[in-house]
T-cell receptor
Framework: DARVTQTPRHKVTEMGQEVTMRCQPI?????VFWYRQTMMQGLELLAY????????DSGMPKDRFSAEMPDATLATLKIQPSEPRDSAVYFC????????????FGQGTRLTVV | EDQVTQSPEALRLQEGESSSLNCSYT??????LFWYRQDPGKGPEFLFT???AGEEKEKERLKATLTKKESFLHITAPKPEDSATYLC????????????FGTGTRLTIIP
C-alpha cells in the first residue's frame, strides 16, 4: 500500500529551537510538496520540488525555513529558529507529473512551539 | 493570483438528506480542479479531478461537477461516515504543479 510517510507525527518544542520534519514520498513520484495548515489560513503551499529540484518556495519565510531533498526518498523541512507562530500542521504530498496528476498527502506533523 | 472560495463553511445534514457543496474559483488556464476529503487528525484524501467544463465524476454517494467558474460536490443520501471536511483545489498552467486550496466545508451528518 503506497503512501507518503511523515515523521514525527507530533513535535512540541521551545521557541528558538531547530525543528526538522521528514517526508518519504511514494516510490516513483517525482514531485514533492510541503503545505502548512492552520485554522485561519487553511492549506498554504510552502515549497515544491520536481525531480529533487526546488521549483517554487515563494510561500516559505526564507529567513527561518529551508526545504531540501537529499535524495529521491527523503524530503526535509527545517525551521531555525522556531517561533510560536509556526505552530501548525505541516503536510508533505507527492505526485507524478504527466500521469497521476493528483497529489497524495501524508498524515502530517503537528508542530507546537511554546 | 489564483483564488478558491468554498461555501458554506459548515453544513449539518440529517442522514439521508441530500445537498451540495460549492467551490468557486478564479485561475488563469485551469489545468485541473481537485476535491479532497479530510478527516480530523489526518491528511487530505484524494477524491476527484475534473479538467473541463461539463465534466462529471461519481464515487459512491458523491458526484462532482464543473463549470467555467465553479464546481459542485453533490452528496446524495449521506451517511454519518461521510462527515469530514471537503477541500477544493485548483491547478493552473503547464509546468506548474502547485495546488491552491480553498478553506473547506466542514460537513456533519447527523444519524
Amino acid at each position: 500500500d503506497a503512501r507518503v510517510t511523515q515523521t514525527p507525527r507530533h513535535k512540541v518544542t521551545e521557541m528558538g529551537q531547530e525543528v526538522t520534519m521528514r517526508c518519504q514520498p511514494i516510490l516513483g513520484h517525482n514531485t514533492v510538496f510541503w503545505y502548512r495548515q492552520t485554522m485561519m489560513q487553511g492549506l498554504e503551499l510552502l515549497a515544491y520540488f520536481r525531480n529533487r529540484a526546488p521549483l517554487d518556495d515563494s510561500g516559505m519565510p526564507k529567513d527561518r525555513f529551508s526545504a531540501e531533498m537529499p535524495d529521491a526518498t527523503l524530503a526535509t523541512l527545517k525551521i531555525q529558529p522556531s517561533e510560536p507562530r509556526d505552530s501548525a500542521v505541516y503536510f508533505c504530498a507527492s505526485g507524478l507529473v504527466g500521469k497521476n496528476t493528483e497529489a497524495f498527502f501524508g498524515q502530517g506533523t503537528r508542530l507546537t512551539v511554546v | 493570483e489564483d483564488q478558491v472560495t468554498q461555501s458554506p463553511e459548515a453544513l449539518r445534514l440529517q442522514e439521508g438528506e441530500s445537498s451540495s457543496l460549492n467551490c468557486s474559483y478564479t485561475v488563469s488556464g485551469l489545468r485541473g480542479l481537485f476535491w479532497y476529503r479530510q478527516d480530523p487528525g489526518k491528511g487530505p484524501e484524494f477524491l476527484f479531478t475534473l479538467y473541463s467544463a461539463g465534466e462529471e465524476k461519481e464515487k459512491e454517494r458523491l458526484k462532482a461537477t464543473l463549470t467555467k467558474k465553479e464546481s459542485f460536490l453533490h452528496i446524495t443520501a449521506p451517511k454519518p461516515e461521510d462527515s469530514a471536511t471537503y477541500l477544493c483545489a485548483v491547478r493552473r498552467g503547464f509546468g506548474n504543479e502547485k495546488l491552491t486550496f480553498g478553506t473547506g466545508t466542514r460537513l456533519t451528518i447527523i444519524p
